[in-house]
Nanobody, 124 residues
Framework: QVQPVESGGGSVQPGGSLRLSCVASANYVAIGWFRQAPGKERETVVCLRSSDDPIYYADSVKGRFSMSRGSTKNVVYLEMTDVKPEDTAVYYC????????????????????WGQGTQVTVSS
């Protein structure tokens, strides 16, 4: 499987915006953004489990973050607006290329390919 590659991380002030990019395998059936802050467990940010499912958003990012696709299917963006210090984390893009009932956007199970991550730091 092709490993996703994330980019676009960096430092941003509270209230600002940032766009992360993920270049994944073009044959994914599921894709999502996850994050992990120091000392905390990985959590889902936004996720598409399959084309038959609605996009899942964590409550903490609803209304502020959105996932979109680029001009080609294999490029996926995470648009981050009104960022907060608690959004500071390493952000990972993950993709799944097989249909499976095991896949969960809540736990991240069933996403076989994970990127190396990109750091996002929100501070003034």
């Amino acid at each position: 499987q092709v490993q996703p590659v994330e980019s676009g991380g960096g430092s941003v002030q509270p209230g600002g915006s940032l766009r992360l990019s993920c270049v994944a395998s073009a044959n994914y059936v599921a894709i999502g953004w996850f994050r992990q802050a120091p000392g905390k467990e990985r959590e889902t940010v936004v996720c598409l489990r399959s084309s038959d499912d609605p996009i899942y958003y964590a409550d903490s990012v609803k209304g502020r973050f959105s996932m979109s696709r680029g001009s080609t299917k294999n490029v996926v963006y995470l648009e981050m607006t009104d960022v907060k210090p608690e959004d500071t984390a390493v952000y990972y893009c993950a993709a799944g290329t097989l249909m499976t009932p095991r896949r969960s956007c809540v736990t991240g199970v069933g996403f076989g390919s994970w990127g190396q991550g990109t750091q996002v730091t929100v501070s003034s």
